[in-house]
């Protein structure tokens, strides 16, 4: 899958690539990685909403839960998200 590089003013370089869970703004969200681009990540959010998040509000990689447990978030028929499902985006 594809991988985002970035170098920041400061050199550091960031490496996302879809599925990769991450916090973003602080430790205020958290949301499944969908896909990449260049300055930002689309991310289904806990409440099943489509975010888009620049890399500079990322704040870390979350480790992946055990396989088949649950992300804590929902679709919008209310079914929970799981590592490794397959989802079809319908919006967004």
């Known amino acids: 899958m594809p991988a985002a590089v970035n170098t920041m003013g400061s050199g550091v370089r960031h490496n ?3 599925n990769d869970l991450i916090s973003y703004n602080g430790t205020k ?3 499944l ?3 990449v681009h260049e300055d930002y990540l689309k991310v ?3 409440q099943g909403k489509i975010d ?3 890399v500079i509000d990322i ?3 979350l480790p992946a839960p055990k396989r088949g447990g649950t992300l804590g978030g929902r679709d919008m028929k209310g079914n929970a998200l799981v590592h490794d499902a397959m989802i079809k985006c319908e919006q967004g």
Do not use: F, T, W
Request: no cysteine.
């Open 29 to 31: 969200n958290a949301g």
């Open 16 to 18: 996302y690539s879809a």
């Open 52 to 54: 888009s998040v620049k």
């Open 33 to 35: 990685v969908l896909q």
């Open 44 to 46: 289904i959010n806990e």
């Open 59 to 61: 704040g870390k990689k």
